[in-house]
């Protein structure tokens, strides 16, 4: 790497938002060692750029220790210098843990899910965001798709050639909306990629002078941005799929309904975690195909947990593609903490051997949605759950609790008094 070229170390906050320092890119072999300073407060941080109250004050050092596995190289482009991005932990300043690093909380997840059960965690975040102004918004249109080029090849060429493995491209329904699918990967590795994806995104569109939103909701009236998590578990040591059992409903084996259960038990409070925008709550609405109740469903789009369709063209092998797909997060979520919750809330399900919940059919009426257990109607009254599940607040470390709690009171108070489309409009301009 030449000396002229940055590293940029960073971490990512209880807003979704990327944040570390830059060194020299001769210092990358000391910085991988040694890492670079940090500052706790700065978990306290709003989307809004300002610091909520919070237990840490002026005092307290911490490292960014990067993890070298997560490098990814975004190259030069036009006058504009490459750099080279690295996701890292946080610690204390002797290198040992810190209560309330984001990523820890995901990997001590996923460790805690192997060591009770032998089983570990596949995943795929799915994005959705808005590219503005392109000439053509039809939905899912040939001519959007070609539209948004050279940007489209371009992001596709470059997250193939970081290892993040692109799947499908594609021009959403919304107006100037497109998806983004990446393949399946190991737990911490599919967050990581979610971290990652996101900056690659927003940076390429920047050097084509564009600026994109992963906002929830743009326009109240309008398609919201989701993100969907991809969830399969595994046997940890000869990788064979366990959440297919053909013959029984839906083909979702005993495990995978109690790791759902635990899931759907939680749901009201684990959206604090994962949809934790002040908008996020206009797009958990029915009719919006995102989230429009408590419910675990065969491939229905407006459920909470879908039961994902699987095929077997081409040779495809039913049990390796077989998974669930949580809906009700966004990008303005730490993807470290929405997989760690996740993972803990299905561990759960399965340990404290809850019963498994009722699968509705494809064909469900939609009036049936009427019996189902709705999500909270706004951002308050999550954290209000939140705060009110012992078992969901007590996975994180009582400064991790507080202070998510307290960006997110921060974040609800500055669009206080705004109506929904001046609100999306704020959440959208820093997401
Ligand atoms: N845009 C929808 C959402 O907000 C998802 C549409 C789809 O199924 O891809 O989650
Ligand atoms: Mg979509």
Request: charged share 20%; proline share 7%; with cysteine.
């Amino acid at each position: 790497m030449s000396a002229s070229t940055t590293v940029f170390v960073a971490t990512n906050d209880l807003s979704g938002h990327t944040r570390g320092r830059a060194v020299p890119g001769d210092a990358l072999e000391r910085v991988l060692r040694n890492g670079v300073g940090w500052v706790p407060a700065d978990l306290a941080l709003t989307a809004f750029g300002d610091i909520a109250p919070n237990v840490f004050g002026s005092t307290g050092d911490l490292k960014l220790m990067p993890d070298e596995t997560t490098g990814v190289e975004i190259p030069p482009y036009g006058g504009s210098p490459g750099t080279h991005l690295y996701l890292a932990d946080q610690t204390l300043p002797d290198g040992s843990a810190w209560h309330s690093c984001p990523r820890s909380f995901a990997r001590t997840a996923l460790d805690e899910l192997t060591q009770v059960t032998g089983l570990e965690l596949v995943a795929s975040f799915e994005h959705e965001f808005m590219l503005p102004d392109l000439p053509d918004s039809a939905p899912f249109s040939f001519g959007r798709f070609r539209g948004a080029e050279p940007f489209g090849t371009e992001l596709v060429d470059l997250l193939t050639r970081v290892g993040l493995e692109p799947e499908n491209w594609l021009p959403e329904f919304g107006a100037d909306q497109f998806e983004i699918t990446l393949r399946p990967a190991s737990g911490l590795v599919a967050a990581d990629r979610a971290v990652l994806l996101k900056e690659l995104i927003r940076d390429l569109a920047a050097r084509h002078g564009r600026r994109v939103t992963f906002a929830p909701l743009v326009d109240p009236d309008g398609s919201g941005n989701g993100v969907h998590v991809h969830l399969s578990l595994r046997d940890a040591e000869t990788g064979r799929p366990v959440l297919y059992e053909p013959g029984r409903t839906a083909n979702l084996s005993s495990l995978g309904a109690r790791f759902a259960a635990g899931i759907l038990a939680h749901a009201r409070a684990l959206v604090a975690i994962t949809a934790c925008s002040p908008s996020s709550y206009l797009r958990l609405a029915p009719h919006r195909w995102s989230t429009a109740g408590i419910f675990l469903a065969e491939r229905n789009r407006e459920a909470l947990l879908r039961i994902c369709p699987t095929s077997t063209v081409g040779g495809g092998v039913p049990a390796n593609q077989f998974n669930l797909e949580y809906r009700a997060a966004d990008a303005t979520a730490n993807p470290w903490l929405t997989l760690g919750v996740l993972v803990r809330a299905g561990l759960r399900g399965i340990a404290a051997d809850y019963d498994e919940p009722h699968i509705w059919p494809e064909e469900m009426e939609e009036s049936s949605l009427g019996s189902v257990p709705s999500l909270p109607g706004g951002l308050a009254e999550a954290l209000a759950e939140l705060e009110k599940d012992d078992v969901v607040s007590g996975w994180f470390s009582p400064e991790l609790l507080h202070t998510h709690c307290s960006v997110k009171r921060a974040e609800l108070a500055a669009v206080e008094g705004l109506d929904d489309r001046r609100m999306c409009a704020r959440v959208a301009d820093v997401h």
